[in-house]
């Protein structure tokens, strides 16, 4: 019995829509369970539109699964706050320590979800929960991005500088070719820990170099600080990254 899920929403009928989603594991080719807190229904396929059942509790525990049907990406997110929008997708938070990234193309979808996936093993990549034909349920950073943290504070501590030579290094172990990021796509959370999002470029582009956030560093005239502490922390990375040690 393989893990298929599909997300389905009635708005096939304008006299009878679904208040909200309706949410179905599949079993086999006929029969589909489906999920709505601790209940449990057994449904024919085609007695799936007439079904209007739904708790409000459906995003309320991380083992509650998520569904999404390729034909219909359409869902009800009206009750949840939007955290982040691009032109990717758009992110509404599940929970306080899950979100759902809903993506517009396919083609994203799945190179995003490869990055999440392989990158499992590490403490910089959110945790991945579930997902679908076009999204991702993950991991809710708490915090700020490291843009805005940057911006605010003018300053890059060497404790940031060690994450981010750290950062770096674990994307080098995942084998992930772009070993690189915007600084607005590095969270800081609560603890003052560093990880990193939007990773769809991860096996398409080839930089073993840092240029996006060194560039960026330099624009904030934080470059020198950078690396300066780059050069006292790993002296041999420096090397390779001198070429910005100026603003």
Not at 195 to 223: H, M, Q, W
Request: charged share 30%; net charge positive; proline share 2%.
């Amino acid at each position: 019995m393989g893990k298929t899920y599909f997300h389905y929403r009635n708005d096939y009928n304008e006299d009878y829509k679904l208040p909200k989603a309706a949410f179905f594991k599949r079993y086999d080719k006929k029969n589909y369970q489906l999920l709505s807190g601790n209940n449990a229904q057994f449904v024919l396929f085609n007695s799936i539109k007439r079904i209007d059942f739904l708790s409000d509790k459906t995003f309320g525990h991380s083992s509650q699964k998520l569904i999404g049907e390729k034909e219909n990406v359409r869902m009800d997110f009206k009750k949840y706050e939007v955290v982040g929008k691009g032109k990717d997708g758009v992110i509404y938070q599940l929970t306080s320590n899950q979100c759902i990234k809903v993506f517009f193309k396919e083609e994203v979808y799945k190179k995003e979800l490869e990055a999440m996936q392989v990158g499992q093993s590490s403490s910089i990549i959110p945790r991945l929960y579930d997902y679908g034909p076009n999204y991702i349920v993950m991991e809710y950073i708490k915090g700020i991005s490291l843009a805005k943290y940057l911006k605010k504070n003018r300053h890059i501590t060497k404790s940031i500088v060690r994450q981010l030579i750290s950062l770096f290094d674990e994307l080098k172990k995942l084998n992930f070719s772009r070993r690189d990021t915007e600084l607005r796509h590095v969270l800081m959370n609560e603890q003052g820990i560093l990880k990193v999002i939007d990773l769809k470029r991860a096996f398409t582009s080839n930089r073993p170099i840092p240029i996006k956030l060194l560039t960026e560093l330099r624009e904030l005239k934080l470059s020198k600080e950078f690396l300066f502490s780059v050069k006292d922390i790993r002296p041999s990375l420096y090397q390779k990254w001198r070429s910005f040690d100026q603003e």
